[in-house]
C-alpha cells in the first residue's frame, strides 16, 4: 500500500483563522483591520501561485499576536518560546513545500535547515523582546530576516547561491529595514 502525502495545504486555514483573530483581538486600527482582511482574500486566490504571499502574512501575524500575549496576558517566556519555534518551522517546512525544494534533498539536511532557521528567528524573537518599538515593528523585523533566510534556503537548493546575490539581498533588506524604522519614527505605524 503507497503512503498517502499529508495535504499541507489544508494546515494554512485554520492557521490563517486563528492568527487574523488574534490580530483583531490586539489591533485597533480599522485601515490595518482592513488590510489584513483584503491581504487574506487575495492570499486564498492566489495560494497556487503566489503562496509566500500568505504564508509570510501567517508569519507576520502570529509573531505580532505573540509579542501582543507576551506583554499584554503576561504567558510564560517558555511557552512562547515553543510557540514561535514551531510556528517559524512551520512556515519555513510549508515554503519548501509549496516551493518543491524538499523533493531532491536529503531529509536530514533539510531538518538541519529547519532547526537552524527556528533557533535563528527565535533568537531575533528573544533579542526584539527588549527593544522598546511597537510589537508590529518587531513582527515586521523578524518576517525581513525570516524572507532572507529562507531565499538564501532556496539559492543554495537551487545551486544558484553566490556573493554577490547574498550581499544584493542583505543590501536590499537593510534598506527596507531602515525605511521602515525611518517612517516609524516620524509617522508611527
Known amino acids: 500500500m503507497k503512503p498517502t502525502k499529508f495535504p499541507w495545504h489544508l494546515l494554512i486555514y485554520p492557521l490563517l483563522l486563528g492568527v487574523v483573530l488574534g490580530?483583531?483581538?490586539?489591533?485597533?486600527?480599522?485601515?490595518?483591520r482592513i488590510m489584513?482582511?483584503?491581504?487574506?482574500?487575495?492570499?486564498?486566490?492566489?495560494l497556487k501561485s503566489m503562496p509566500e504571499v500568505l504564508l509570510l502574512l501567517?508569519?507576520?501575524?502570529?509573531?505580532y499576536d505573540l509579542y501582543n500575549?507576551?506583554?499584554?496576558?503576561?504567558?510564560?517566556?517558555?511557552?512562547?518560546?515553543a510557540v514561535v519555534f514551531t510556528l517559524t518551522i512551520l512556515i519555513f517546512h510549508l515554503e519548501?513545500?509549496?516551493?518543491?525544494?524538499?523533493?531532491?534533498?536529503?531529509?536530514?539536511?533539510?531538518q538541519l535547515f529547519l532547526a537552524t532557521a527556528g533557533l535563528l528567528i527565535l533568537e531575533i524573537f528573544l533579542t526584539m523582546t527588549f527593544w522598546p518599538v511597537d510589537p508590529k515593528i518587531k513582527s515586521l523585523v523578524i518576517v525581513f530576516v525570516f524572507y532572507l533566510i529562507f531565499k538564501t534556503f532556496y539559492l543554495y537548493i537551487n545551486?544558484?547561491?553566490?556573493l554577490k546575490k547574498?550581499?544584493?539581498?542583505?543590501?536590499?533588506?537593510?534598506?527596507i529595514?531602515?525605511?521602515?524604522?525611518?517612517?516609524?519614527?516620524?509617522?508611527?505605524?
Not at 23 to 32: A, D, N, P
Not at 159 to 162: E, F, G, Q, R, Y
Open 96 to 110: 519548501s513545500r509549496f516551493k518543491h525544494l524538499t523533493e531532491n534533498m536529503d531529509k536530514n539536511l533539510f
Open 36 to 46: 489584513v482582511i483584503f491581504l487574506s482574500i487575495s492570499g486564498f486566490f492566489f
Open 69 to 81: 500575549v507576551r506583554y499584554s496576558l503576561a504567558v510564560p517566556l517558555a511557552l512562547i518560546i
Open 159 to 162: 545551486s544558484v547561491l553566490n
Open 166 to 175: 547574498m550581499a544584493t539581498m542583505i543590501l536590499v533588506t537593510m534598506m
Open 58 to 63: 501567517i508569519f507576520y501575524l502570529g509573531l
Open 23 to 32: 490580530f483583531f483581538y490586539f489591533e485597533t486600527s480599522l485601515f490595518l
Open 177 to 189: 529595514l531602515g525605511g521602515v524604522l525611518v517612517f516609524n519614527m516620524f509617522f508611527g505605524f
